[in-house]
């Protein structure tokens, strides 16, 4: 029984990773934004505001989608495991 209960939850730990991470990211758009903006070899460069945003609410929205996916899959766990 204790297997089964541990297996049912793994990928609510897996979504929920996985929001983590991206929400991570989505803090940190604005410097992976000049990371990737950055030519090489150049001494000076300017980054647009549209690819900071893009680096700072795509991560984060795709955070909180994988947030809401762990709340349903955990929902749908807990329920099947308390039918058991």
């Given at each position: 029984?204790?297997?089964?209960f541990?297996?049912?939850f793994k990928l609510v730990v897996v979504f929920?990773?996985?929001g983590v991470l991206a929400l991570i990211l989505g803090v940190?758009?604005?410097a992976v934004a000049i990371l990737f903006s950055r030519p090489s070899g150049a001494g000076s460069w300017t980054?647009?505001?549209s690819m900071m945003n893009?680096?700072?609410y795509i991560p984060t929205a795709i955070g909180v989608f994988f947030f809401a996916l762990a709340i349903v899959v955990f929902t749908i766990s807990y329920i099947k495991v308390?039918?058991?």
């Open positions: 029984m204790k297997n089964s541990l297996n049912s929920f990773c996985l940190n758009g604005e980054t647009s505001e893009g680096f700072i308390q039918e058991k």
